[in-house]
């Protein structure tokens, strides 16, 4: 087993416990890797839910001597992440920018990216706990959106060595769930069912 990297998510009691035990926790089975899976209230609103992403993150940096992968509830582990153990050694933080106009419109050269948090990769030093705590604090007293939020850190924190993970690590499965080939980890999105109604 490879020790140096832990993969973690956490799921809300009901419908993500559903998706997170079909998923993820089978794919990470998989696989010789570190994981751990937690569980918190169900607030039964998607954007509260979400509140929780920020210091779950913060909080597994915190106690683990470890180098975090995180990995949505809805995400599937289809290859081993190779990628995540050759990162070098000097990178703080490895994220995915979805060219926004290839992938939605098949349009190139229109310059909108889009970073995801589904996947990110975040090396447990000091530079990146420092980087966790503000984007926990900002997450918790704001309405907007923590994907919205790490961006706008990542652009001011410019002392932070950012890795570019390629699609292969982030890959959204569109509406008509056809997985491309090469997906290493899928992103299932499945808060399309659940962002406007009771499901969750």
């Known amino acids: 087993m490879k020790d140096n990297i832990l993969f973690i998510s956490y799921y809300t009691d009901g419908y993500y416990k559903e998706v997170i035990n079909k998923y993820l926790v ?4 998989k696989f010789d890797i570190n994981w751990f899976v937690g569980m918190k209230p169900n607030l039964h609103d998607w954007l509260k839910n979400g509140k929780y992403k920020t210091q779950f993150i913060l909080d597994m940096l915190l106690f683990s001597n470890k180098d975090i992968v995180w990995l949505d ?3 599937e582990l289809l290859q081993f992440p190779k990628l995540f153990y050759d990162i070098s050694t ?3 933080i490895g994220v995915h920018y979805l060219d926004w106009y290839k992938f939605w419109h098949n349009t190139e050269n229109k310059l909108k990216f889009e970073l995801l948090t589904g996947t990110i990769f975040f090396r447990n ?3 990146t706990i420092s980087l966790v705590k503000e984007w926990n604090e900002l997450n918790q007293s704001s309405l907007e959106w923590a994907q919205k ?3 706008k850190l990542l652009d001011k924190r410019k002392e932070l060595n950012v890795y570019k993970l390629p699609i292969e690590y982030c890959q959204i499965i569109k509406i008509n769930k056809v997985i491309p080939k090469n997906t290493v980890i899928a992103q299932l999105q499945v808060s399309r ?7 969750i």
């Open 193 to 199: 069912e659940t962002k406007h109604n009771s499901k």
């Open 90 to 92: 000097d990178i703080d």
């Open 125 to 127: 030093n000091e530079k």
């Open 73 to 75: 509830a809805d995400a």
């Open 26 to 29: 089978p794919s990470l089975q």
């Open 149 to 151: 939020i790490l961006p």
